[in-house]
């Protein structure tokens, strides 16, 4: 099954001119990077516990499996949050879907602050860049399509979302590209190469849809695949999915790329955590400038870290800092 898979996939879309390969995953190793990658709230979530004995590597692809043993529904989610945290970028992942009802995988983005109410450009938002469900809320087949959505202030009473609706087509088979370029002011997002939704950023602080926010933070990856009966993706099946030796509800990615864009006027960053309280910061701004970089804590005060930051046509200067429990950062130009 996994060589077949390999076998169809498309060829690469290359991204919009101007971007270079930042970060990656290719998952060409035996098991899960935990240089690149977290299990994520492992334990009971929705319908179903996340385990890492859901999450495999092999042959080049991650595979998120779903499945039952005795009367548990597994399934299993993994993120980069303090790995690697991009903020803009064009970032892509390639995946083939073989989702059930009751179920959904997807391929999105949040930010640790996302759940603060109030500003959601500071804060950050949930970009879901894909989600894609075997069958709607009504068990009517809906495979062939997918939703991309931006969700923010938190999951509360002040939730707020704007959404796709359903976007895209033959997604219930084969290989597939999904990806968002993301920048200040816009964020637009493409399967297979195809633009299917975009939203331009408010201005207003808190955003009202149908207007919506574009996240000014950094965030991170998440790929996951989620159990809840009843709900959005129609029902379990009856006697669960299968043991993970015979579940066919996979979700298999081929890789996850994100692209930076080089000499932009605005600069950009991208966090990477080292270990021993080190990150480095990747970054690209516009030669002939100099730059500040600083850092908060709280958002609200904010002190250097390095000054007389000359990127030159967008080579990437690293700066090591010591982190707390959380740090955000930010540069302008002197």
Not at 52 to 69: E, F, H, P
Not at 216 to 236: H, K, M, P, T
Not at 299 to 304: I, K, Y
Request: one cysteine or more; proline letters at 4%; glycine letters at 10%.
């Amino acid at each position: 099954m996994g060589s077949l898979l390999l076998t169809s996939i498309q060829s690469h879309c290359e991204p919009p001119a101007g971007y270079v390969l930042d970060w990656s995953d290719e998952f060409d190793g035996s098991s899960l990077d935990t240089n690149k990658w977290n299990y994520r709230l492992l334990g009971p979530r929705n319908d179903a516990t996340n385990t890492a004995s859901a999450i495999s590597v092999t042959n080049g692809v991650l595979t998120i499996t779903t499945y039952t043993d005795g009367a548990t529904n597994f399934t299993g989610m993994i993120g980069t949050e303090d790995l690697y945290m991009p903020l803009y970028g064009y970032l892509e992942a390639r995946i083939n879907f073989n989702d059930s009802p009751g179920e959904w995988s997807a391929f999105w983005m949040t930010s640790p602050t996302m759940v603060m109410v109030g500003d959601p450009h500071a804060y950050g938002t949930e970009m879901d860049i894909v989600e894609h469900r075997a069958v709607n809320a009504n068990n009517v087949a809906n495979n062939n399509r997918a939703v991309a959505n931006i969700h923010w202030d938190g999951y509360g009473s002040e939730h707020k979302t704007v959404g796709s609706g359903l976007v895209g087509s033959g997604l219930s088979t084969g290989w597939h590209l999904f990806a968002v370029e993301w920048k200040t002011n816009f964020q637009n997002y493409y399967y297979d190469g195809v633009l299917v939704w975009g939203v331009t950023n408010s201005t207003a602080q808190d955003p009202v849809p149908p207007e919506a926010p574009v996240s000014q933070r950094s965030q991170y990856f998440i790929l996951s695949s989620e159990v809840r009966d009843n709900n959005w993706a129609g029902d379990i099946p009856v006697g669960g999915y299968g043991n993970r030796a015979s579940s066919t509800t996979k979700m298999n990615v081929d890789y996850v790329r994100s692209y930076t864009f080089a000499g932009s006027s605005n600069p950009v960053m991208n966090a990477t955590k080292l270990g021993g309280g080190n990150v480095v910061i990747s970054f690209y701004g516009t030669a002939g400038l100099s730059y500040v970089l600083e850092r908060s804590t709280n958002l609200l005060t904010w002190a250097n870290v390095a000054t007389n930051i000359a990127p030159e046509g967008g080579l990437v200067a690293h700066t090591n800092t010591t982190t707390g429990d959380a740090a955000y950062y930010r540069a302008r130009s002197n």
